[in-house]
């Protein structure tokens, strides 16, 4: 378990909120903010609860945090304010949280001690 996933979560989470507490609740970025928001969630989730390797849900939520950042100017949405930096600053962390864990996969995460004889 790290924070990265928790914080994560955490954006995953408060990105299903945010067309209701951001009031921009056009469909197709209500939807995708749902939709985007539930699988980063699951992913972080997932990756907490698994002892294996975990890089490829990592870069899909590095991925979906890409999408996040750009749904603003994908939806006509650039003009309101709010989520266009809601969007951009929390798809860019997602993005940098999620590569970050990419790297923690590939070096390995630290021996819980379980192994030892």
Do not use: C
């Amino acid at each position: 378990m790290t924070w990265r996933n928790i914080v994560l979560a955490v954006f995953g989470a408060w990105f299903i909120v945010s067309p209701f507490v951001l009031h921009a609740t056009t469909p197709a970025f209500l939807w995708t903010a749902i939709v985007l928001g539930a699988l980063i969630l699951i992913g972080a989730i997932w990756d907490l609860m698994s002892v294996e390797g975990h890089s490829w849900r990592m870069y899909l939520i590095s991925l979906f945090g890409l999408y996040m950042a750009i749904t603003p100017w994908l939806y006509g949405l650039s003009s309101h304010v709010a989520v266009l930096w809601f969007t951009l600053v929390v798809g860019a962390l997602t993005l940098v949280l999620g590569l970050w864990q990419v790297g923690t996969a590939t070096t390995g995460k630290p021996s819980s001690g379980r192994n030892a004889a």
